[in-house]
């Protein structure tokens, strides 16, 4: 079992977020990679986690053939750009954004006078050239909840041999995982394989154990 905290990863950001990038595969970012971070698995390619500074944006941006998907774990986020714009986003929300060939163009703002915590993934599309597409999704306290991946004929989530799970896990709560999975704890306090984690902790297991030691979000992402 491997695991990276965010105390052993530099401070970044752009704009009006600082965050720290957990996830940086070579394919994607190639020499600029930070030795610490680690690769992805599957189509997955790139994780961070940023806490936008009050009333703070990311300012107006493009995307293509990249689907990201924002995992809210404190405060708000309204959403403007060409898909759904107006849409608010608080904390437990998955808000999933497919670019594929066709684009779209995105700010998310911070409409607090409080930082807030947004986790951003980025997952390669098997197939290029597909067209934009929206989901949001509001996982329930207890349940894992699929978010991303799956199979061509699924409708409730975009399709994807690289699986995304979020668990708003309550106190004691437990998941279990067999074959390789990242794993990270966002928020709360949780044993992992034996481990005491604190929120801020990436794990790259090939067998995973989780129970919560306090209300916790958790994100799970393998390949099926």
Same mark, same amino acid.
């Given at each position: 079992m491997d695991m990276l905290t965010l105390s052993e990863l530099p401070q970044g950001g752009f704009a009006g977020l600082k965050e720290k990038q957990l996830v940086m595969d070579e394919r994607i970012f190639g020499a600029r990679k930070n030795a610490a971070s680690f690769n992805g698995i599957g189509q997955f390619v790139y994780l961070a986690d940023a806490n936008f500074q009050p009333y703070g944006e990311t300012g107006m941006h493009p995307h293509h053939e990249i689907d990201v998907i924002s995992v809210m774990a404190k405060? &708000?986020?309204e959403h403007a750009g060409s898909?759904? +714009?107006g849409q608010g986003l608080t904390a437990g929300n998955v808000q999933v954004q497919r670019a594929g060939g066709e684009g779209f163009a995105h700010n998310e703002?911070?409409?607090d006078g409080v930082p807030n /915590?947004?986790?951003q993934l980025w997952v390669l599309p098997e197939t290029p050239g597909q067209a934009a597409g929206y989901k949001v999704y509001q996982p329930q306290t207890g349940i894992r909840t699929r978010v991303y991946g799956g199979m061509t /004929? =699924? &409708?409730d989530t975009f399709a994807s041999h690289t699986?995304?799970?979020v668990m708003q896990a309550s106190e004691g709560q437990e998941t $279990? +995982? /067999?074959g390789e999975v990242l794993a990270y704890l966002s $928020?709360?306090? =949780?044993t992992v394989n034996g481990n005491d984690i604190k929120a801020g902790t990436l794990i790259r297991t090939d067998t995973l154990a989780f129970t919560a030691k306090q209300e916790s979000q958790l994100i799970l992402i393998y390949t099926e």
């Open positions: 405060g &708000r986020i898909l759904e +714009h703002i911070n409409p /915590q947004m986790i /004929q =699924a &409708r699986v995304i799970d $279990t +995982h /067999q $928020t709360g306090s =949780a």
